[in-house]
């Protein structure tokens, strides 16, 4: 006996089928959205910090012991604290979607699939170091723990962006032996320079909350702010140094330097606002900028070393093995 299906099964279906089988605007636009709001998301936790916003909400995942949601009476600390919440759920629809984008390519453009399970895999564990941030009363490390996932997912969502609009590498390489090294360097000095800053800012009087204290003291690392300052300025500028060499050998080489230049301006743009801050008494709004401006650095630190190999194009299918 033939089964006849269901009017909610030919739904179903048809919406299987009328996900993408190759990348299309959907899929570019949705890698966008990823990175755009992950950025964003380092925005408005910048934000919740710097507002002294970070026990806004005292608990977690509850907002408090009896609401989900913030209430009149935790004033506009609530209401700073929750909606950073809330825009966590945001960045989770978009990584849904971009997951079902890209859903039926995986045999096809499987680096893009996997990037997209990254990004949904990460998510929640951002959200728990989050909610332990809380709990441990604004532990600096913890605090830096998140920031270095949200550093990573920005990575992750650049990856997706440069994928989805060059298409899979190939194992051709565009640059020499010293190129490649360089741009290790140069991804080497990123780290360093965005864990010294995570250090530096842990250090610093932005606690996140005027009620996280440790035996009466604001809780901080311990470790002297004004020394951090000088010790993160260093490995700043060696990948200032070492950005310099991929713009001028990508000149040389008559390569593309686009994104190598892209780099530079982030960089100089960063290491700007990183003195004048230094020397201004650590203003909210620079801080703030200084932070969007890290997840920038990883993103275009990504775009750089994904651009030392050819790609196959957006419409080509399969990852070619690399050498």
Known sequence: MTRVASPVDQD???????????????????????????????????????????????????????????TPEMGVHGIIEFGNRLLTFVLVIVAIAMFLAVVRMRRTRPELFWLAFAQGAAIPVQA?????????????????????????LTAITATLVYR??????????????????????????TAVTVLLGILTTGSGPHAGADAAVDGGRLHRTGLDPAVLQHVHAVPAYVLFALTLVLVIGAVRLQLSSKWALLL??????????????????LPVGLVGTHMVL??????AVTVVTLSTRATAGRSATREPLAR
Do not use: K
């Not at 959907?26 to 964003?40: G, I, M, Q, Y």
């Not at 890290?294 to 993103?299: E, K, N, Q, S, Y």
């Open 164 to 189: 989805s609009m060059n298409g899979p590498r190939t194992a051709r390489r565009l640059v020499p032996s010293w190129y490649v090294g360089v741009v290790r360097g140069t991804i080497a000095a």
């Open 12 to 70: 179903v279906r048809t919406q299987w089928w009328s996900l993408p089988r190759a990348v299309d605007p959907r899929v570019v636009v949705l890698a966008w959205a990823s990175f755009v709001v992950e950025v964003v998301l380092i925005g408005t936790g910048g934000l919740v910090r710097l507002t002294a916003s970070g026990l806004g909400c005292p608990t977690w995942p509850r907002c408090t012991a009896d609401s989900l949601v913030s």
């Open 294 to 299: 890290a997840g920038l650095l990883v993103g």
């Open 264 to 281: 530079l301006v982030v960089e100089f743009v960063q290491i700007a606002v990183g003195l004048t801050q230094a020397r201004t008494a």
């Open 128 to 152: 728990v170091i989050g909610g332990l941030s809380v709990l441990t009363n604004l532990n600096p490390y913890v605090v830096g723990l998140h920031f270095v996932v949200s550093t990573a």
